[in-house]
């Protein structure tokens, strides 16, 4: 037994550094697409990256063992479970889809810069730090660069909790009152926030009292998040709902939980089968999950059939045609979807509008497909989409993790070959998305290269431009 745990720790320690070395050298992972071709098959969904996380943070509420099955193998889900070790607790995973969580013995109750900065859900580590333990530390958070997601009312509710709430270094500093443990609280959010929900609804499970949350988040994630809970021994009511109630109890305990599907995912497929003109199976969803995109999707011309509760079969027989589309928080069209939408727009037969009311700078992809051909307007928030446009293979680059879907996307239809860089971005929520479509039919490979010193200013110089042309994009 020894044996085996000394031989897993070489052969992880090795992974690490053949990680390392690959990124000092300038070592790079793009996607090399050449478009043209039909999807036709079958596709398995992952579990949901956006739920797993705040999942894996739950386990910060005991000293018992947490179970999640369906994690997906993405590079979140490796960041979220470095923090967890860096802290002090244990993650096993029996199985690579499963991992056992441990926080018996959480030494430290800082989540680093080094993780936060590259993964906004990081701050979850806050609520169940703070609740269990009565301090943490977290640093402001970073990820994908597509507007401001400010963590504001995460702290405003901390402190009616009545936690005392600093910001010191670029950190945030929380204690909980004297007695260690937090007060239950009715807290309103100006704003729909998702991890703003998630983080205080964890650190009620602990407060003393009832909390009431009033303009809750109500996406499914969230639900999810609230089946763990009270596995653990939780009392919280009315999750997926605008109000969610949480009674506060003395500990949590373990508890074994499989993450939902994820639902953008899905989106991402189905809009591939729609425009490839393909067929795909899509198992392993959940409907029920996306009931603003297939009306929408329904709405433009894709043919969307429910097979049973958990599989999908879709199709494009008879072409697209131009669709207006406004996205806002659950249960209305996902932001998350729209980059992908807007590719599908681009062959569709029309002039569609696409409205982007969540985040104000999540048109940076528009850019990129304008330089494959795409004929797209952005005027503020909003995104006017001229179509059918044939699309022309290109370098282009990736600003964050859905424009970086899009950017497949296009490439899939694309004439010739499309060189896409910077898929970390892609791989923070898609697991192995190009063998998934490979599997299918595409013409897409992993390309792993070194960055030249010519290449390396190019991409430097393409990279700015991008960024320039946020928000004033014109044809």
């Known amino acids: 037994m020894f044996l085996c745990s000394l031989c897993l720790f070489v052969a992880k320690w090795f992974l690490c550094l053949f990680v390392a070395c690959l990124t000092l050298s300038g070592i790079v992972d793009k996607f090399r697409v050449t478009g043209g071709r039909e999807l036709h098959g079958r596709v398995a969904i992952s579990g949901a990256k956006n739920s797993a996380l705040p999942c ?9 063992t947490v179970t999640l099955h369906n994690i997906p193998y993405v590079r979140d889900i490796i960041t979220q479970r470095r923090l967890l070790e860096d802290i002090g607790a244990t993650v096993l ?21 080094e993780l936060v ?12 730090l703070l609740a269990r333990f009565g301090k943490a530390k977290v640093s402001l958070p970073g990820g994908c660069a597509i507007g401001t997601r400010p963590i504001d009312l995460h702290l405003a509710g901390f402190e009616t909790f009545g936690a005392e709430v600093k910001l010191e270094a670029g950190n945030v500093v929380a204690r909980a009152p004297s007695d260690g443990r937090l007060r239950a609280a009715d807290i309103h959010f100006n704003k729909v926030t998702v991890t703003g929900t ?22 499914p994630e969230i ?31 373990g508890a074994e939980h499989t993450i939902i599907p994820d639902r953008i995912e899905t989106g991402t497929f189905i809009v591939a089968a729609a425009l ?12 029920d999950h996306l009931t603003a995109i297939i009306e929408q999707l329904r709405s433009v011309g894709v043919v969307i059939r429910e097979v049973n509760p958990t599989t999908l079969e879709v199709s494009c027989p008879d072409g697209l045609k131009a669709g207006h589309v406004t996205t806002a928080p659950y249960p209305k069209f996902p932001t998350d979807m729209q980059a992908q939408y807007m590719v599908l727009m681009t062959q569709a037969q029309g002039r569609s509008e696409i409205v982007e009311t969540v985040f104000e700078n999540r048109f940076m992809h528009a850019s990129e497909l304008q330089r494959m051909g795409a004929q797209i307007h952005i005027d503020g928030r909003s995104a006017i989409v001229d179509g059918p446009s044939p699309l022309n293979g290109a370098r282009v680059i990736a600003s964050d993790l859905r424009a970086s879907a899009s950017l497949v996307l296009a490439g899939l239809i694309a004439k010739d070959e499309t060189l896409i860089d910077r898929v970390y971005h892609i791989d923070r929520g898609y697991e192995k998305i190009e063998a998934k479509l490979r599997a299918v039919g595409a013409d897409i490979e992993r390309v792993i290269a070194p960055v030249t010193a010519t290449q390396s200013s190019e991409f430097n110089l393409q990279v700015a431009s991008l960024q320039e042309s946020k928000l004033k994009l014109e044809l």
């Not at 900065?117 to 169940?128: E, I």
């Not at 998630?198 to 109500?218: D, I, K, P, Q, V």
Request: charge should be negative; glycine fraction near 8%.
């Open 56 to 64: 894996m943070a739950a386990a910060l509420l005991t000293p018992e």
């Open 93 to 113: 995973t029996p199985e690579l889809r499963t991992h056992k969580i441990s926080a018996a013995h959480v030494e430290l109750f800082e989540a680093p810069y």
């Open 117 to 128: 900065k590259t993964m906004r859900a990081s701050v979850l580590a806050l609520g169940p």
């Open 198 to 219: 998630e983080n205080l609804m964890m650190a009620a499970t602990l407060a003393r009292g009832t909390t009431t949350l009033s303009n809750a988040a109500c996406e």
């Open 223 to 253: 639900v999810d998040l609230a089946d763990l809970l009270n596995k653990m021994g939780a009392r919280v009511n009315g999750a997926g709902t605008e109000t969610i109630q949480i009674e506060g109890v003395e500990s949590l305990g």
């Open 276 to 287: 490839t003109c393909g067929e795909l199976e899509i198992k392993d969803c959940r409907p």
